[in-house]
């Protein structure tokens, strides 16, 4: 996934950065899960336009990747602003009188995120939150979710998604991800 700084101003960039790379590999990672490693770079588009572009682009040989990490085929997305509000991150006294509320309806957690690929707002958790802790103690800021999707045919196991963190407090913006499935 590229996102350019121009296309989601909502998205804080590290000084001097325009462009945010998420790159993973798609070979099965047992101690992940079964999940696809992420990478994280953030860069200047004109240093990487400056590189030129590959003109071949590596892929794995058959059998050695798992399908459902690949999108097919490879698709660009538009961005599109949305309000998204925390689902089972509700502290516990909000938590409860939203229920109240929504007691006729019982949906407010799973229509309150948006349950899609996102840059920004909150992870749609399907399972009990899991935020990161950094190393410096403070938890880690929600960046991106990937989420399969029937339009690019990707899977991301069950109905699930993949959340990527980041430390804005410390040197090198750390990161970290989880991933999430029924």
Do not use: N
């Amino acid at each position: 996934m590229q996102l350019f700084a121009r296309d989601v101003p909502e998205l804080r960039f590290p000084e001097g950065k325009d462009l945010l790379q998420l790159l993973w590999c798609t070979l099965l990672h047992p101690l992940e899960q079964d999940a696809p490693l992420p990478a994280l770079h953030w860069r200047e588009e004109a240093d990487v336009l400056a590189r030129g572009v590959r003109p071949d682009i590596p892929r794995p040989a058959e059998g050695e990747y798992e399908d459902e990490f690949l999108p097919t085929p490879p698709c660009t997305v538009s961005p599109a602003v949305a309000l998204d509000h925390p689902g089972q991150d509700l502290p516990e006294h909000l938590r409860a009188r939203v229920l109240e509320l929504d007691q006729d309806f019982d949906r407010y957690p799973e229509l309150a995120c948006v349950l899609e690929t996102k840059a920004g707002g909150y992870p749609a958790w399907i399972q009990s939150p899991d935020w990161p802790v950094c190393d410096c103690g403070e938890r880690m800021e929600h960046l991106l979710s990937i989420t399969g999707d029937e339009h690019v045919d990707m899977d991301m196991g069950d109905a699930g998604g993949m959340y990527v963190f980041l430390c804005r407090r410390c040197p090198g913006l750390p990161v970290a991800h989880r991933y999430d499935c029924h």
